[in-house]
C-alpha cells in the first residue's frame, strides 16, 4: 500500500519489486559502460531477472534508455532503468525506490550502491504475520511467483527477529532511516504517510483519496492473488487478529523468542513473556 501511495506523487516511483541491482552487482559492477555492446547486453541480462517482466519494459526501449546518456558506474545503469519505468509512465523523475522484503539481508550492498539513499523500514506485529503465513499458505495460489511460507511459529518468530534486527543494527540512528508500523498505517494513512514524506524529504505532495490511490495502484496481476486488499478500501480487521486466531500456545511460543523486541517496537506483550 506505502508503494502505491508513494507512486501517486508524479515526481516519485516505485516499481514492482525485484531484485536485479542486488543480482547483477557481482557481475557487472565494474564494466566499461562506454562500450555499447555492455549497455546491450546488460539490458539484456536485467530482462532476464525474476519479475522483471512484470515492469514492462522493452528491452529495446532500456537500451535507449542506457545510450542516450552513458552510465558513470553501476549504479547510475541500475537507476537509469527504475527512471525508465517512470517515464514509460509520463513521469518526471526526482527520486525513485523499491519495496522489496529481499533486501533485509543486503541492506549493506545498497549502502554501497546508493550512499545517498533513505530507507522506510516497516514492521508488523509478528503474531498478525503468522495468521497471515497461515491463511496464504491454505490458499489455492497459482502463480509462479507464490509465496513459499512455513507455518510453524518459531521458525516465524526467529525469521521474523533476524530480519528486523538485521535492518536495525545497521540503520538505525542514522538520518536518513525511518521506522514505521504496518497498524499505524492502516490506522491513519494520512498521519504516518505524511511522517514517511518528511523523512523522504519529499515536498508538495497531498495524501491521496481513496479513490485516487486506487488509480494509481499498479500492483501487477499475478501478486495480486494474496496481494487483492490492495485493491480495496483500507482494512484495519488484520490488526489483532492474533487474539482470535492462535492458540495460546503458539503465542507463547513466538512471544518466547520475540518478546523483547515486541516490545521495543511499541507491541503489547503477555506478562509471562516480559
Known amino acids: 500500500m506505502l508503494r502505491s501511495l508513494l507512486n501517486g506523487h508524479p515526481d516519485l516511483v516505485v516499481p514492482p519489486e525485484c531484485g536485479f541491482a542486488i543480482w547483477l552487482k557481482p ?7 562506454t562500450d555499447p555492446e555492455i ?7 536485467v530482462q532476464r531477472c525474476r519479475k522483471f517482466e512484470t515492469w514492462s519494459i522493452p528491452t529495446e526501449r532500456l537500451i535507449e534508455e542506457l545510450d ?3 552510465p558513470k558506474d553501476y549504479s547510475d545503469a541500475v537507476s ?3 527512471e525508465t519505468f517512470g517515464r514509460m509512465r509520463g513521469k518526471h523523475i526526482r527520486d525513485w525506490g523499491d519495496k522489496n522484503n529481499y533486501y533485509v539481508a543486503h541492506v549493506a550492498e545498497l549502502q554501497q550502491l ?3 539513499a533513505r530507507y ?11 495468521c497471515s503465513y497461515q491463511e496464504l499458505v491454505a490458499r489455492e495460489i497459482q502463480s509462479k511467483y507464490r509465496p513459499q511460507l512455513t507455518t510453524d511459529p518459531a521458525a516465524i518468530a526467529s525469521e521474523w527477529v533476524r ?3 538485521a535492518v536495525m543494527d545497521i540503520l538505525e540512528g542514522i538520518d536518513r532511516y525511518h521506522r514505521m508500523r504496518y497498524e499505524d498505517l492502516v490506522a491513519d494513512v494520512g498521519r504516518t504517510l505524511k511522517s514517511a514524506l518528511v523523512a523522504l524529504e519529499v515536498e508538495g505532495f497531498e495524501p491521496l483519496t481513496p479513490e485516487k490511490r486506487l488509480k494509481a495502484l499498479d500492483e501487477p496481476t499475478e501478486f495480486l492473488q494474496w496481494k487483492e486488499k490492495l485493491s480495496g478500501p483500507v482494512d484495519t480487521s488484520s ?12 503465542i507463547a511460543v513466538i512471544e518466547g523468542i520475540c518478546g523483547p523486541l515486541l516490545k521495543r517496537l511499541g507491541y503489547e506483550v503477555s506478562r509471562r513473556s516480559l
Open 68 to 70: 542516450a546518456e552513458v
Open 80 to 82: 537509469r532503468v527504475y
Open 120 to 130: 522506510i523500514h516497516i514492521v508488523r506485529d509478528v503474531r498478525d504475520v503468522a
Open 27 to 33: 557481475d557487472w559492477y565494474d564494466v566499461d559502460w
Open 114 to 116: 546508493f550512499p545517498q
Open 39 to 45: 549497455r546491450r547486453t546488460f539490458a539484456e541480462a
Open 163 to 165: 530480519n528486523n534486527q
Open 239 to 250: 490488526i489483532g487478529r492474533y487474539k482470535k486466531e492462535m492458540s495460546k500456545e503458539s
